[in-house]
């Protein structure tokens, strides 16, 4: 798919030979058509970055895997508190550098195009970009987390200590103060929450996704 992933491919078998896990060094940016940025990672109430859309309130930009990896899930998250609604998510596992590392990609617009258990290529497209559960307007929270499995207790990390190259002053800048925007207020942790497999959803009917607050699309 990627000229520059052949490249990295003897790394990556010797990689995978060294750790007996899926292994990658590529990366690719979660949304390849926007890096603004409008809400940082710090670590207590915001646990990840959001990513605003290339065109501001439009869906539709093309999310993708930021590394090699396997779905751990991917489906409809609710939230218990106020705030705290993933919406349409994706995480995914992956070992960086022989270390467990995940990727978590909330508010998509629509139901992924990947499920619990695929395996994905770094640069594959997950979903697209919307404003699904407590959102505030069209943006990708994206987080990076230690750890493997669909575990809200696992530590979020900056995905720009992985990202470095989106650090100010190289990231861009938003063009005014208008598009500077909060996306959400996530700060997940192990608190009551619903989380509904696609597996789940796709048996519902369209009545029982309306009375459980799951977007037919
Ligand atoms: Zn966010």
Excluded at 75 to 92: E, F, M, N, P
């Amino acid at each position: 798919m990627h000229l520059k992933k052949q490249a990295i491919s003897l790394l990556t078998v010797i990689s995978i030979l060294g750790c007996g896990a899926i292994s990658a060094f590529a990366k690719e940016w979660p949304v390849p058509a926007s890096t603004v940025i409008n809400q940082y990672f710090n670590g207590s109430d915001h646990k990840g970055l959001d990513i605003r859309a290339s065109t501001k309130g439009i869906a539709g930009d093309k999310i993708v895997a930021a590394y090699d990896g396997k779905v751990v899930n991917a489906g409809y998250h609710q939230s218990k508190r106020a705030g705290g609604s993933y919406g349409w998510l994706v995480v995914i596992d992956h070992t960086i550098k022989g270390k467990e590392i995940q990727t978590w990609y909330a508010h998509l617009d629509k139901a992924p195009v990947v499920d619990k258990g695929d395996l994905v290529d770094e640069g594959d497209k997950i979903g697209v970009m919307g404003n699904s559960g407590d959102s505030k307007g069209v943006h990708l929270h994206f987080e990076m987390r230690k750890g493997s499995g669909f575990n809200f207790d696992n530590t979020p990390v900056d995905p720009l200590d992985y990202f470095t190259e989106y650090r100010p002053p190289n990231y861009l800048l938003p063009q005014s103060s208008n598009d500077i925007e909060i996306g959400d207020t996530l700060d997940s942790n192990s608190e009551d929450y619903t989380f509904y497999s696609m597996e789940e959803i796709n048996a519902m009917t369209p009545e029982q996704r309306i009375e459980l607050g799951i977007p037919l699309e």
